[in-house]
């Protein structure tokens, strides 16, 4: 370890904590709201298998009355009945639902569901891609202040413990 002059302490102190809150601050909260916003694409995705799953359930039942209990919200439910169950409504985003068949609706839901899948590994590379600046940093940070690596540090540990 080099020595340093002693005026450069403190300028070493204060870089290295321009860093840490950058790290805290930027690159964090970053990586928080790319990981929250795959984990919302996610959650989109779920929903529409599980409607894939109750259209094929439909289709199974062949053309009948249905007879379901309808959420109105606050866990507030009351009964409904389905004349005809061959057409569905289907959010297609931004608060706007379209009548389709089901077959319509299987393949919209196909073609979301993909879309929300190249969404989601970008989300994924852009979080890793983050998290490699973080630990790019983090390496700097150790550099700045002499530090040896934390795998070094055990490997000397080791090798000092089999002398």
Not at 20 to 44: M, S
Not at 69 to 74: F, H, R, S
Not at 94 to 106: D, N, R, Y
């Amino acid at each position: 370890m080099m020595a340093r002059p002693a005026g450069s302490a403190g300028c070493l102190d204060q870089k290295v904590l321009q860093y840490e809150a950058f790290i805290n601050d930027v690159l964090r909260r970053d990586l928080r709201a790319v990981l929250e916003q795959r984990d919302r694409l996610y959650e989109k995705m779920s929903h529409y298998l599980q409607l894939k799953n109750a259209i094929q359930s439909l289709e199974e039942a062949g053309p009948q009355r249905l007879k379901a209990d309808v959420d109105l919200g606050c866990s507030f439910f009351v009964q409904a009945r389905v004349n005809d169950p061959s057409r569905i409504l289907v959010l297609v985003g931004f608060g706007f639902f379209v009548e389709m068949s089901h077959q319509e609706a299987l393949r919209f839901i196909d073609k979301k569901t993909n879309q929300l899948t190249l969404f989601t590994e970008q989300l994924t590379k852009d979080a890793a891609k983050i998290k490699a600046h973080i630990r790019m940093v983090l390496e700097g940070l150790r550099e700045l202040q002499g530090l040896e690596e934390l795998s070094d540090v055990c490997r000397n540990s080791a090798a000092a413990a089999q002398l």
